[in-house]
């Protein structure tokens, strides 16, 4: 091969490796709260403008961005966004047991690994993400073969960042200590009757905090020794050396 045609050769090499560089790390990881700041944005299911619409933000709701790629932040999805699981792929642990539906399952254990959680009760429905075995999931209603649940903690949808701003943590810490309402993640394991309260289990942290959980034993049951999300209500003084909680929502993180 002649000396110049080398070199072409080379630059060609040299610039197809600059183009896959960039491409590999235009999307860079980012972990932060943030906060909406305009009404009716539209959170898609993929980071364009021409992608399905999940649901609508309102002008100061708080986000958990986990990525940002581009001109596009992801994030969690919020409560309010369908998901849909099938039935055939959970067990029912917890039923209503007042009228007029004292058959209506209200929390379900997955028994199935990586299950999609979808958009819509239909396999032709976009993957919001994925459930794992033992994830407690909390029903909202059901709609033939399917289940209507509240996002599970891996689904996921994307914002274009001109409607996301970062919040300052001081604000944060304020929302989430009102109206004594506590989102924590630790380990879970049972504990037993702890003062006369049906606080049956222990959450402990990453810093080796001890919280005690009442909540629904079946549902706290299937999740011993998993590390998971509990979203819930203080119901003792935070100072406490074990402060209670009543839990609301817990999702499994592993």
Known sequence: ??????FRVTLA??????????SAFSEEPAVFTGRVNANNINV?????????VACTLSRGQLVEV???????????LPKTAPSYIKKNLVECINRSASLPD?????????????VNIRLGPSEDSWILGKADKLS?????????AWYKIEPVHQSFGWVHKKFVDKAQAAVIMEEAKSPGQLIIEGTVSPYGVVLWRQA????????????FLKGNRKALNSLNYHRVKVTGKLIT?????????????IEALN
């Open 1 to 6: 091969m002649q000396p110049y045609l080398k």
């Open 13 to 22: 090499i040299l610039a197809a490796c600059l183009v896959f560089t960039g």
């Open 44 to 52: 898609r299911v993929d980071a364009t403008t021409g992608a399905l």
């Open 66 to 76: 986990v990525r940002e790629a581009y001109d596009w932040y992801k994030i969690r």
């Open 102 to 114: 004292p058959a209506k399952c209200l929390n379900a254990k997955v028994i199935a690994e990586r």
């Open 136 to 144: 407690v999931v909390n029903i909202l209603a059901e709609k033939g």
């Open 200 to 211: 049956t289990h222990k959450l402990i942290t990453a810093e080796n905090k001890v919280y």
């Open 237 to 249: 003084a935070a100072e406490n050396k074990h402060p209670i909680i009543h839990v609301a929502v």
